[in-house]
C-alpha cells in the first residue's frame, strides 16, 4: 500500500506499531502515527495531509493541448502549449524573457520583445479560466502561479 502512495501522490497515514522504528523516509504526502490516537490528533493529522496535497498540486499540460488545473481545463494553441510547456515544468520558478523568446523564434513566429509580450497576454487571458496566472517578474522573466 505504501508504494501507491508514493507513486500516485495519495496522502498516506500510516499506522506503526509499538517497537517497530519509525519510517526512515516519508514522501510530503506521508505522516505517521502509533496507536492509540486521540480522534481530534488523527483528523488534524488527516487535514494536514490534504492541505499538503492540495498545495502541491500543479498544473497539467498534456500533448493535446490541453492545461488542467485543479478541476478545471482549457485549450491551447500550438504556440501557446510551446510557451506554457517551461512554465508548467518549472511551476512557481522564473522562466527568462530570452527563454520563451527563443521558443517563438523556432516556432516560427516573430521573437520580438513586443511580439512576446502580446503572446504572454494572450496566454494569461487563457489561463484565467483554469485559475492560473503568468505573473512578470520585472527585468527577468515570468513565473507561473495560481490566481
Given amino acids: ?13 500510516l499506522i506503526v506499531e509499538h517497537g517497530a522504528p519509525p519510517p526512515e523516509q516519508l514522501s510530503p504526502h506521508e505522516d ?3 496507536p492509540p490516537i486521540v ?4 483528523q488534524a493529522r488527516v487535514r ?3 492541505d499538503r496535497a492540495v498545495l502541491r498540486a500543479g498544473p497539467v499540460l498534456d ?9 478545471a481545463s482549457v485549450t491551447l494553441s500550438l504556440t501557446q502549449c510551446e510557451m506554457l510547456a517551461p512554465l508548467v515544468a518549472r511551476y512557481g520558478q522564473i522562466i527568462y524573457r530570452a527563454e520563451l523568446r527563443d521558443i517563438l523564434e523556432n516556432s516560427g513566429a516573430s521573437s520580438s520583445s513586443n511580439a512576446l509580450d502580446l503572446h504572454v497576454m494572450r496566454l494569461r487571458r487563457r489561463l484565467q479560466v483554469v485559475g492560473l496566472a503568468v505573473r512578470n517578474v520585472w527585468g527577468r522573466g515570468f513565473v507561473l502561479e495560481p490566481l
Avoid at 1 to 13: I, V
Avoid at 39 to 42: F, G, H, K, N, Y
Wanted: proline fraction near 6%.
Fill in 1 to 13: 500500500m505504501r508504494e501507491q502512495c508514493k507513486t500516485y501522490g495519495r496522502p498516506c497515514l
Fill in 32 to 34: 505517521w502515527v502509533r
Fill in 39 to 42: 480522534r481530534e490528533d488523527l
Fill in 48 to 50: 494536514q495531509l490534504t
Fill in 63 to 71: 500533448p493535446a493541448g490541453i492545461c488542467s488545473f485543479k478541476e
